[in-house]
């Protein structure tokens, strides 16, 4: 079965600096990668997601993240932090019939 | 467009009582999941639908039931109710297994 793994419970950045959110995968099968945001008391929303289509994927809110298959890899960055992106990130992978997610980062953004 | 419709949002059960979560999508997804969320462990799949009349176990599958007659719903059955089934449930569909997934506003379990 598939897993992520994703380094780093809590991310704390100031206003305007870089994000990085790091996300690595283990799949059987060519995967299809997502990073999904959860803002609190809320449901999950689609940032962005990978289809084997190119390897840098552009989302909303200016994120953006690279499948880097030689690492195992797909981190979320976004040049420029904002107040708003406070929440908690998800990376998932769905290799076979099922979406598996990490357990999580939480984005801190300091004024 | 309702989405993905999670009821009820808020439930406080006693051990060893039982109860059903449902979940409704309008948007004729296949693939239906379960998932629950607790602190510092992200989403853990319980189970999953690939379609009507096929269902399979995920991650976390110990204590929880489902069925899946129709395309539309895929209700959660808690068979006995323990504390550590305190949570937070969210449902979730999508047409493939590569498209987005889409989330019910999530159900708030205890049991006490």
Redesign the interface.
């Known amino acids: 079965a598939q897993s992520v793994t ?1 380094l780093g ?1 809590h991310v704390s950045v100031s206003e305007g600096a870089l994000v990085l959110l790091r996300c690595n995968y283990s799949s059987s099968v060519p995967p ?1 990668l ?1 990073w999904y945001v959860q803002y609190p008391n ?5 940032l962005l ?1 990978y ?1 084997s289509a190119a390897t840098l994927v552009k989302g909303i809110n200016g994120f953006e993240a690279e499948f880097k298959k030689s690492e195992t890899s797909f981190h979320l960055t976004k040049p420029s932090a904002h107040m708003s992106d406070a929440a908690e990130y ?1 990376c ?1 992978v ?11 980062t939480r984005l801190t953004v300091k004024p | 467009n309702a989405g993905v419709t999670q009821t009820p949002k808020f439930q406080v059960l006693k051990t060893g009582q039982s109860m059903t979560l449902q979940c409704a999508q309008d948007m004729n997804h296949e ?1 239906m ?1 379960w ?1 629950r969320q607790d602190p ?6 319980i189970h ?1 639908s ?1 379609g009507a009349g096929i269902t ?1 176990q ?2 976390v599958p110990n204590g929880y039931n489902v069925s899946r007659s129709t395309t539309e719903d895929f209700p959660l059955r808690l068979l006995s109710a323990a504390p550590s089934q305190t949570s937070v449930y ?1 449902c ?1 569909s ?1 047409y493939d ?2 498209d ?2 889409f ?4 159900t708030r379990l205890t049991v006490v």
Do not use: C, I, P
Request: net charge neutral; glycine share 20%; aromatic share 18%.
């Open positions: 994703q419970s299809y997502f809320q449901g999950l929303q689609l997601k289809t998800f998932a769905s290799g076979n019939n099922d979406m598996r997610f990490g357990a999580g | 693939y999941s998932y510092g462990m992200g989403l853990r799949l999953y690939v399979d995920g991650e969210f979730a999508s297994r590569g987005e997934a989330f019910g506003q999530g």
